[in-house]
């Protein structure tokens, strides 16, 4: 977190000139949540002019009032720890059973993101295909999901919060994070939701948030951190892809000028080792490019002009290091884009906690997920014989895990999804130089196998899932059909 003179870029500059305007200076100590200051020294100067003393009394006035406001500012927070082992999960049913933060707590990592879905506080209504109120199929003419009472979210992130396990992450690690459409409220909802400004205040209670926080006061809940000391730092940037969001078909904007502003000036800002972006939804993927017309899932694809705008974004600030995390889609994988920023962007999904594909239907079908998973064509998924199903998707119960190798020459990133137990199921180590414009050692085949975007594959390999569908499909009421002709036409007549 940055103390802010004005604003927060300025206010270490502010504080130093107020604190060293004297002939000599020495270094004191740490200020509040790890700043650095300086006062002047006085070993050899007994007494000070009113002027230096006015001065200099100031200074302490000045930095304790911005230490109350700005400490927990919701723009930028920093710390000296070194970190080099971070968790991250989603899409966590609060009435679920949770075996999974034993998990997480023996995985024993200093920060804990949620990436959304982090309760799930809307309702479902009933499958009806049929009737006055239709929730699926072509039919259907309303939601399938309603919001629910403040009162009802309340209890349902009290539940979340009690949960032992998690509890037990939360005294041992730094639990930061972000929120989905669940925890914001409705289903696939954006800007137009009402009961968001409610929302965001649980969301930040659950969160620790700190009641003075400049977070609770902002429309959105995008924030960011930074980790570690000069040379060793860690970036983290968690996006809201809610509060600002168009309708899913507009291509309109995902995060708002406002918040636009903000992650311009965070990403131009002063250098980091590793910068991880936090996004609800899929940065990198765009599945609905391939699963349409039988099934879209949200993704930063479905707002190619906000995506472009993401990717110049991050080329145009020069930034080393950048890789994303997301959530969202109820499995893990790693996808990676290698034509963005000059180095490969990587995007770590880990989906969910306790939601995923697999869960949702009985386990004699999980062949069916698994090979659908493998039928679906994407070009940007990661890869390797390493990975726990052909596939290199998991739709069973995981969470993401980023191990930083600061002693290493250069300092490299082992990146997995794990399961229940804590075993990887996918992973990619990839080395810091990799993560740099100038010195990517990318070879070129690489850089083209992970270039071409879903909705640019030929139409009868992008929709070759739709395709398998409508002939099953077709081959089904073949099979009736014959079969009823051939009760017609072998019954005897009476």
């Given at each position: ?13 502010c504080l ?10 020495h ?5 509040g ?6 006062i ?13 003393k ?5 200074a ?10 700005d ?19 989603s899409?966590s049913?609060?009435?679920a059973?949770?075996?999974?933060w ?19 506080g809307?309702?479902?209504l ?12 072509p039919w259907?003419?309303?939601r399938m ?9 309340l ?11 998690y ?11 972000t929120?989905?459409?669940?925890d914001y409220g ?10 968001k ?6 969301l ?5 948030e ?10 959105g809940?995008?924030?960011?951190y930074t980790?570690g000391?000069l040379?060793k730092?860690?970036?983290i ?5 809610r509060?600002?969001?168009d309708?899913?078909?507009s291509?309109g904007?995902?995060l708002?000028?406002?918040q636009?502003?903000w992650?311009?000036k ?24 391939t699963?349409?017309p039988?099934?879209?899932s949200e993704?930063?694809?479905r ?5 472009d705008r993401l ?8 930034r080393?290091?950048v890789l994303?995390?997301?959530?969202d ?15 490969p962007?990587y995007?770590?999904?880990?989906s ?11 386990s004699?079908l999980?062949?069916?997920?698994r090979?659908?998973?493998?039928y ?5 998924r990661?890869?390797?014989s ?8 998991y739709?069973?119960?995981n969470f ?7 002693d290493a020459?250069?300092?490299t990133?082992?990146i ?6 804590g075993?990887?199921v ?5 080395s810091?130089?990799d993560?740099?414009a100038?010195s ?6 690489e ?5 071409t975007?879903?909705?640019?594959l ?7 899932l ?6 099953l ?17 072998l019954?005897p007549?009476?």
């Open positions: 977190m940055t103390i802010g003179c004005g604003s927060s870029s300025r206010t270490s500059s130093f000139v107020l604190l060293t305007r004297g002939r000599r200076t270094r004191n100590g740490i200020f949540d790890g700043f650095q200051f300086w002047h020294s006085e070993s050899r100067k007994p007494h000070l002019k009113g002027m230096e006015a001065r200099w009394l100031l302490l006035v000045l930095g304790a009032a911005l230490i109350s406001t400490v927990a500012s919701g723009s930028s927070n920093s710390e000296h720890d070194l970190v080099f082992r971070i968790a991250f999960g899409c049913n609060q009435s059973p949770q075996p999974i034993d998990a997480i707590n023996k995985f024993d990592p200093q920060v804990f993101i949620w990436l959304g879905d982090n309760i799930y809307d309702n479902r009933p499958f009806r295909i049929f009737g006055k109120e239709r929730t699926i199929g259907k003419n309303v999901f309603v919001p629910s009472s403040p009162q009802e979210m209890s349902r992130y009290n539940k979340a919060k009690a949960n032992p396990d509890s037990r992450l939360r005294a041992n690690a730094k639990v930061i994070g929120w989905d459409d669940h409705l289903n696939d909802a954006g800007k137009e939701f009402t009961e400004v409610a929302n965001q205040k649980l930040l209670d659950f969160l620790d700190p009641q003075d926080s400049p977070r609770r006061e902002q429309a809940v995008y924030v960011s980790f000391s040379g730092q860690v970036k940037i968690l996006l809201d892809t509060y600002h969001r309708p899913l078909s291509d904007t995902i708002g000028a406002s636009w502003t992650l311009e965070e990403l131009m800002g002063p250098a980091s080792a590793i910068t991880i972006i936090g996004s609800s939804i899929q940065v990198i993927s765009n599945i609905s490019a699963t349409g039988l099934l879209h993704s930063w694809g707002f190619p002009k906000e995506r990717f110049r974004l991050i080329a145009n600030s020069k080393d290091g994303f995390i997301s959530g889609v109820h499995f893990g994988e790693i996808t990676r884009y290698d034509c963005a920023a000059g180095y962007l995007d770590i999904t880990s969910g906690l306790t939601q995923t594909v697999e869960k949702a239907v009985p004699p999980h062949f069916i997920v090979f659908l998973a493998w679906t064509p994407s070009t940007m990661v890869k390797s390493s990975c726990r199903h052909r596939s290199c998707t739709g069973q119960p993401g895990t980023i191990e930083i190798d600061w020459t250069p300092v990133l082992k997995e999804v794990r399961d229940t137990n075993l990887p996918t992973g990619v180590n990839i810091l130089l993560l740099q100038q990517s050692t990318m070879k070129a085949r850089h083209q196998s992970h270039c975007l879903e909705v640019s030929p139409w009868i390999v992008r929709y070759r739709a395709i398998l569908f409508y002939c499909v077709s081959c089904m009421l073949f099979l009736i059909l014959a079969w009823f002709s051939s009760l017609f036409f019954t007549p009476p």
